[in-house]
């Protein structure tokens, strides 16, 4: 709730395409989760606080029954956003009675996780439905790029053979994270830090849009049909390319690490650039021995900050999600957990690449470095960027 | 702003089809429209609200610029409710100053005519709007409906001949209502009142959706392939069929005008019934002898109300729109008006069917027996209905 | 089938589109006409050709059945075209036992006219499918453009008054040009020929195209989204324009009527002359006082010819059909036929626009002042030209 | 050309989908390999047939040019079928000059084996166009289906560990095939043979298509959205399911393999049988050690044959393609081969699932244990089918 704090009322209600949702609706959505997973099972005599939330605030539980129209959910004027803070009020109420009964830590644990997930949707979401609008709304004062001498990029090698991935400990994890097991890695190097929005341009310059000899037949398909020929939010003036965020109207930042790059962007990049993505194995297996550092949400830079200036391992965390070139699918002998909530994850392991790291609007309790984010190749409205690797 | 009193902030900002705006835009483009063509080219050092607007809040002028996309319109949560208000203020006040200028009363009077119809179209697309929503918002406490002893329809004969048909008068009338000019009509008549909803089940229980023989090509395309079974808003439970009204969620209305339906519905229940939609020129001659009298907008009705219980002419204004067989062309010699605001009618003279009479929403001051209203054959969003015809 | 001598096999099976359809469908279809409507109810014992022909070539009266879907004509390679000549062999051998029925010649003459539309349609389809190939196909020799000293528009006037429209006489006409009736016309006057290619270079030349004031806003649309720049079948190469046609690909035309062009652009192009398109009772009003002469199909031009250089009135019929500013709807107490043949025009009687005259590619039996071609406003792959008209 | 030998004239030209092609174009486009990528670069004074071929002919090849638009290339009436032919005789006799040239024989296999791939293409193109066709053309006379007692799977094991996979030999092979590497396996066990049909309607009858719990999400929007409930080619008749094959309309083939579903059925129906899908690691490891036997193409069997009533392992190639787990990527230091060449594999490389084996429609000499077919995972009208593993 308070991330909606620079919000005017209108803001809470904005779905300018089916992939985002009205903050009003991730607010009331991660409330449903703890009152149908935790309060309606386990809750003796729970009263819901209106039953047709039930249909209208599931996302997409097939289990708990047919959810309210993804592309429709801005126009749910009612509840209004009082009667959805009241909703919240209730549900967080009725939650305290269970606190104390620990069979429920970790039901409880994967709610306080999904909530944490809604934060950084809620925020990429408004910064698309804003983008729309001429006015160029900005959630926070205009921000200062980082400057930074620019350097090569330097590489980090890591030793081949066979290595463990997956979740290790006894914290929080969500299950697609595990099995841990045993994967085979090749020799190989990753690059030290992410691609600056000044790399991209050259890349830009050097035609990279218009050379279909560097893309994949989908996203060469995917630059023609839609006429990309830049990042998201970026556009063209005649003072050169400015981009939209959550500052509003900027001029880009050189040294910044580059951001909202689709899939098909970051594999084309790294064709030109003579490099490739990494595997999700071969970043984690870097990224496990880093410590979990960066500017995270709470520090409120709403924009990835760039590269200290010599040739250190870094921005592994809290900048941009990285592209890896791993589909996303089950490791070996993945279940899901029984019931409505195993739908959490399992189902979506088909034609989506896996991001790792963390981004400047995930809360750094929520990173980690078996961490599998993953969105379809051609999506690019989350803070997504690029960090190389070659054999 | 009256009529807004029963809404939600929320509601103001509601767009669930591209032909539907949000209530917070007809607030904002009714201002727009005098500020545009009334304050920015005769007062001098007339300073615009915000020139951003010019664009946020053109409908479709053409000669004034490129408007904001139109099915976007629901994405402007910024400027604020509160801007908007006033924004409103602004222009009324700007207006007071050139209101004793007798040249410019043909606009201003244009304008007031034009809130009037937005007044119409913010109540039918706030409708729309609310009506996917399951929560069944209600503009008004539930209403009665209208008990009548069903009587068969009357006919009131007409003589043929060349009759003159379009505005006559001192007081305002739109362009697209003259020149005033000879019409040949053939003899015939007109039924008495409008059709209900109970003789419209009785064509549906004749199997009225499923007989192509009933429908023109394009009418029985348009039910094939949106699986249309019945008038909008109507939906089938196991207690039969209930509507969606300004009213909420309600049983039929059996005596009550039926209403919401297409051009291609009316045709087809006419065929259905052995008659047929008067021309325009008919319903005006008929129409022009008549009082205009109904439960308009002022009488807050929100709903079309049944007949009288005897045979006399009636419904003409205030209940429902009444499709005809016309389309939608310019009368002779008709000429738009010269400039941006010649836009507002001529050029949407194709591919449209005339409606004549009034609805429940139309304030009273806005009928009268030449008006001319037009909606594309398949639209069925505003409350329209059915009057028979036969020679 | 003589049409059909210059065709390759192949050439018989394209479908370049919904609205067009093979010339061996037309072939068969033509010959279904005469099967379904006439031999199957009133030849005893007559065993159809194959009894699945009956839904395969039915093309959209539903009254006999489900039609096989219109945009997969192009898919049935069976039956074969030997197969469907032979069925054509097997219909006509069947029709010569019942041609001495004097009961049936209504019927006959309309399954000949019948044929005689889907002569025109044959080539009208192929010429757009043919459009597609990069190869440039052509159905005829290299056309010479005709050559004359180019000359205003006269203009022909008519009085006004009650005069009476539709078929009168005792030899074939289409339901639809009757019931002969009164109309009231206004003073005014017709062009006394046809829009030339040159004529309308020039309105291209004057921004016709970029120019919304000078189009419907139907129009106006259709322009923006499909990026219309020029009639259809015409590109522009580095030596200026070039044309597709019966006669391959060749350059533009000047003095030849213009055609291929919507209603849209024959309405756009009036407005901007400053005179406006006939109704239709204005044109058959004047050319039923004329000769019907002209370059129809007999003549093999598969182009319209240009104007005779005097003041003539000309080219009324042979040339290219002529849009009007009617929409197609039925005249005062028109009935279709009882049955399914009843659907052959009536259903079709809104959202299209009426054309008068007749093409090159219409027999000359077929044309006459009274008869009522019609086609949706944005069409254009038939010989379709401007003739204006004035007050 | 052996192959076209059942079709029709009509039969070449047919494009029922953009993903099908038409038999001529298959017959001209794997000669335009040849003419493209060996004599024009290699033959000294070699002239092409027809220059435009080199654009109507390309399939994908960027480095080449514009290809001809892929979804119409059923509307290419010409050139001939005849003059496609006279094409093959012109590229062929040409090619004699060069086959001695032992440096070009790595290209000159490639064209073989690409006009082995379209062979299988030309096919199921060809029955996937058929299918619209109400007369159900057969390609062969009715097959007969195979009758086995019907058995319980037997699981073939394999052991973990660390395996080589990928192209080792002399002979030719695709690039994707290679490099030859290590990969690290579980432990786990291979059916012995594939599902048949009579297993594939036991999951229907257990409401396989209407539980989301059986589907990806990907998947079960595919469902949902394309109404789908049984494999491609079934129809529901009230005699219970009928299938269209190359050998027309027949009844199910009960103890035949389950053929011509996606990706998402073969998975669904690999959840509810408590199995999954092998990976495409596992099924080369098992295969490798296999016999290449099955019946192939040369067989003429056009349709899977059931499996032998025993436990041994089968139906390894020749019958059906099977569904792998994985994701077609490239394998670690995969480099695609300088030039337009180089567009044949690796540009797919996204979006689309491994597929191994061989199908009854692949010439034998085209299958082999390495080899890896792919396709998108909604896709299935090649011969696709299932085997299940598990750990």
Redesign the interface.
């Known amino acids: 709730m308070a991330l909606c704090a620079p919000l ?7 779905q ?1 395409a089916a992939f985002t949702s009205p903050a ?1 609706w991730h607010l009331a959505h991660t409330s449903w989760f703890f009152e149908t997973f935790i309060l309606l099972p386990n809750l003796k005599g729970y009263r819901p606080f209106n039953p ?1 939330f039930e ?2 605030f599931n996302s ?1 539980y ?2 708990i029954g047919k959810p ?1 129209p993804r592309d ?1 959910r ?8 009082g009667e959805v803070l009241r909703y919240r009020l209730w549900v967080d109420e009725a939650m305290q009675a269970l606190l104390a009964d620990t069979s429920l830590w970790p039901l409880i644990e994967l709610g306080l996780n999904h909530e944490q997930q809604h934060q950084e949707l809620l925020l990429t979401d408004l910064q698309y ?2 983008s ?4 160029a ?1 900005a959630y926070a004062a205009p921000m200062n790029e980082t400057k930074f001498t620019h350097q090569k990029i330097s590489w980090h090698e890591f030793g081949g053979g ?1 290595h463990s991935i997956g979740y290790q400990g006894n914290a929080f994890s969500f299950d697609n994270e595990g099995p841990r097991h ?3 890695v ?1 020799d190989g190097a990753i690059a030290n830090r992410l691609i600056t929005t000044r790399e991209y341009l050259e890349f830009m310059a050097d035609d990279g849009y218009q050379r ?2 560097l ?6 398909a995917w630059v023609q049909q839609n006429a990309i020929e830049a990042p998201l939010y970026w556009r063209e003036t005649h003072d050169g390319w400015r981009r939209f965020s959550l500052h509003g109207d900027q001029p880009l930042a050189l040294d910044n690490p580059v951001t909202h790059v689709s899939f098909y962007e970051a ?1 084309a990049y790294a064709r030109w650039a003579g490099a490739r993505l990494p595997t999700e194995a071969e970043w984690e297996l870097v990224a496990s021995k880093q410590a979990v550092v960066g500017g995270f949400q709470e520090s409120a830079y709403w924009y990835p900050q760039g590269a200290v200036n010599d040739q250190s391992l870094q921005q592994l965390f809290g900048e941009t999600w990285q592209w890896t ?1 791993s ?1 996303y ?1 089950a490791y ?2 993945y279940k899901p957990a029984a019931g409505a909530v195993g ?1 959490y994850n399992g ?5 989506q690449m896996v991001l790792r790291g963390a981004s400047c609007l995930t809360p750094v309790a929520h990173a980690r470095a078996s961490y599998r984010n993953f969105f379809y ?1 051609h999506e690019r409205w989350q803070f997504t960027g690029i960090r190389l690797a070659r ?1």
Chains 1, 2, 3, 4 share one sequence.
């Open positions: 005017e009322p209108a803001d809470h209600e904005l300018a009003k047709l249909q209208l997409y097939n289990g309210f429709k801005g126009l749910l004027s009612r509840p209004s956003l439905c804003w729309v609008n001429p006015l709304p066979i045993s994967v085979l090749s279909p000899d893309w994949l037949a989908d996203g060469w594999d070139s589909t699918q070996p002998k739908e189902k979506f392991m088909c034609n190749p054999f």
